[in-house]
């Protein structure tokens, strides 16, 4: 797939710097082809210690402590001129589940973003590279399209001056349900900030009668970024002057929570967070106790909701260049809203599971 450009919100970390520096050539000061490696900002990671660095080539190391993690974010310095094959092994699923239509992406300046221009998984590792050397001395680069927690942030700041957007009622006047830990947690030696578990409810105050409700979160799995920039489009909609977001306002309200796994997102888990790193953090939400973000999001969804919702939508994602699916319950597939998605993506793969108890559980 050819590059292509995407926007992204700058970086902020929320915490002590810790950089992770890999050195080429010994030495105090830089030289030619000497390349550098930090991983140490919001959504960053990499394993130091499975990290082999060339100037050609670089073994990346996952982070082998948390829960499946393919998530790998780093700073790279030292690339002007050259153009090094970067190669992640296919004994850890960083690497064994990255096929030929994966592209990891780069960026010069964390705003514009471009697919690297090869990708496939041979020999044992699955390996990307650019068709020409880098033409500027730093670059990021990461798994997928960087969504860090500073963005939810920014996107949390700029809906809340829609005329639409309040807090949710179990929300205080500044959004915020409740905080991500008790302060004691720490990542790979980082002090894990307490971060703040938002919820705000777009509603039309003028339009009259009983509507239709529906629940919006997002931020599971933080390595599936895709969803999360679909879920920030698809608020961007709903607030917007469009003629069918307006009729969307007349009939329902949205009950938004932008991210449910903040430590998750700030320490660049891809499945887990801090707090249970080796827990699939989208397996409790029947029993959140072992969460404390999840237990702080649960039970403000059935507050706000008086436990009854008619659309849950928790949407989560692929990072490839082809594949796009929607899990949903049997009993949905020819309901007005799935047929519709069909209808709009005619190649999208339906996905099932089991019903639950109550909720209509939408999984993207």
Avoid at 100 to 125: I, K, L, M, P, T
Avoid at 153 to 159: I, K, N, T
Avoid at 219 to 246: C, K, W
């Amino acid at each position: 797939m050819g590059n292509s450009r995407f926007a992204s919100l700058p970086y902020m970390l929320p915490g002590p710097p810790l950089i992770a520096l890999f050195i080429l050539l010994l030495g105090a000061g830089p030289v030619a082809g000497q390349i550098t490696l930090d991983w140490d900002f919001d959504h960053g990671a990499l394993d130091a210690t499975q990290t082999v660095i060339s100037p050609t080539e670089i073994t990346l190391g996952p982070r082998r402590d948390i829960y499946v993690s393919r998530w790998i974010h780093c700073k790279a310095t030292g690339v002007l001129g050259l153009n090094p094959l970067f190669r992640i092994p296919n004994d850890h699923p960083a690497g064994n589940t990255l096929g030929d239509n994966h592209r990891y992406v780069y960026s010069y300046d964390q705003q514009n973003w471009f697919f690297f221009d090869n990708g496939e998984n041979s020999a044992g590792f699955y390996r990307f590279n650019n068709s020409a050397p880098f033409t500027q001395d730093v670059i990021w680069f990461a798994y997928g399209l960087p969504y860090s927690w500073d963005d939810t942030v920014q996107h949390m700041a700029a809906v809340s001056t829609s005329p639409y957007v309040s807090p949710t009622p179990s929300a205080d006047a500044n959004f915020i349900l409740g905080y991500s830990n008790d302060g004691t947690l720490f990542d790979l030696g980082r002090p894990v900030p307490q971060l703040p578990m938002y919820g705000y409810l777009i509603r039309d105050a003028s339009a009259p009668g009983p509507k239709t409700v529906v629940v919006l979160t997002t931020g599971n799995h933080p390595n599936e970024t895709t969803g999360q920039y679909t879920f920030q489009g698809m608020v961007d909609f709903i607030l917007s002057a469009d003629p069918r977001a307006d009729a969307l306002r007349q009939v329902a309200d949205f009950y938004v929570y932008p991210q449910n796994n903040p430590d998750g997102k700030w320490a660049g888990h891809a499945r887990s967070n801090p707090e249970n790193p080796n827990i699939d953090h989208n397996r409790d939400w029947d029993d959140p106790v072992l969460f404390t973000d999840l237990t702080v999001l649960t039970a403000a969804m059935q507050a706000d909701t008086n436990s009854s919702a008619d659309f849950f939508i928790d949407f989560h994602s692929f990072n490839n260049t082809s594949d796009i699916a929607v899990w949903i319950y049997a009993e949905q597939e020819n309901t007005p809203f799935v047929q519709a998605l069909i209808t709009r993506e005619p190649t999208m793969e339906l996905l099932y599971g089991s019903s639950p108890p109550d909720l209509s559980l939408i999984h993207i």
